[in-house]
Each structure stands twice: as structure tokens, then as C-alpha cells.
């Protein structure tokens, strides 16, 4: 069963530059979709990337687009968010997620089964 491990997250200052990883185990991420969601306090879990891995197409939410860029590390089996000029507004709990069974991107939490436990970002101002 697969399973990812995320790391990277901790506090930053407003501007500043932090990368998350989704390390996979259990399986391949070979034709995956892979999204990166987040959650802050109060708030729904969002969608705001993903890769398709298949053909490495990304697809961003607008709050991010510009900033933020996912890629990924076929040897590493793992998945990245490298998030740049940060603001005190992406300040959230960020996940990693997938399921195997999805095969276009998705933005909705309902797609995805498979979770990362989610990594905190702090974002001063």
C-alpha cells in the first residue's frame, strides 16, 4: 500500500523560500496524479497543486500560481512543492496526497485516498 512522507515545513519570514518533499513508499509513483493541498486554521483543505506524473503536466490554484512549482524526482520516488515569495497568508498544514485510481487532475479532496500525515508552514510577517 502506498504511502508518502512529508518534510520541509517550518517557519519562514515573509518572502522567504521553503521546499517540501513527499517521499513515496509502498509503490512507484509512475502514472500517478499527485496533488499538494493545505489547511488553515478555520478553513477548508484546499487544492493548489498537482503533477500528473505520467507526462509531468502541473496544474496550480491561482493563489499560488507564479510562486510555487511541483516537480518530481523519478530516482527519489519522491514529489516536491518548492515554495517561494511567502506570504503570511500560506501559513497552513500542507499535504500530500494521491489514489491510484485517479487519473486526471483533481483539485477535490473526495478524489484522493492516500494522505500525507501534512507538514506545518509558518509564515511571518
Known amino acids: 500500500q502506498l504511502q508518502f512522507v512529508e518534510s520541509g515545513g517550518g517557519l519562514v519570514q515573509a518572502g522567504g523560500s521553503l521546499r517540501l518533499s513527499c517521499a513515496a513508499a509502498g509503490g512507484t509513483l509512475d502514472y500517478y496524479v499527485v496533488g499538494w493541498f493545505r489547511q488553515a486554521p478555520g478553513s477548508e483543505r484546499e487544492g493548489i497543486s498537482l503533477?500528473?506524473?505520467?507526462?509531468?503536466?502541473?496544474y496550480y490554484a491561482d493563489s499560488v500560481k507564479g510562486r510555487f512549482t511541483t516537480s518530481r524526482d523519478k530516482t527519489r520516488n519522491t514529489v516536491y512543492l518548492q515554495m517561494n515569495n511567502l506570504k503570511p497568508e500560506d501559513t497552513a498544514v500542507y499535504y500530500c496526497a494521491t489514489d491510484p485510481r485517479l487519473r486526471y487532475g483533481s483539485f477535490d479532496t473526495r478524489d484522493y485516498n492516500y494522505w500525507g500525515r501534512g507538514s506545518q508552514v509558518t509564515v511571518s510577517s
Open positions: 503533477i500528473i506524473t505520467s507526462d509531468a503536466s502541473t
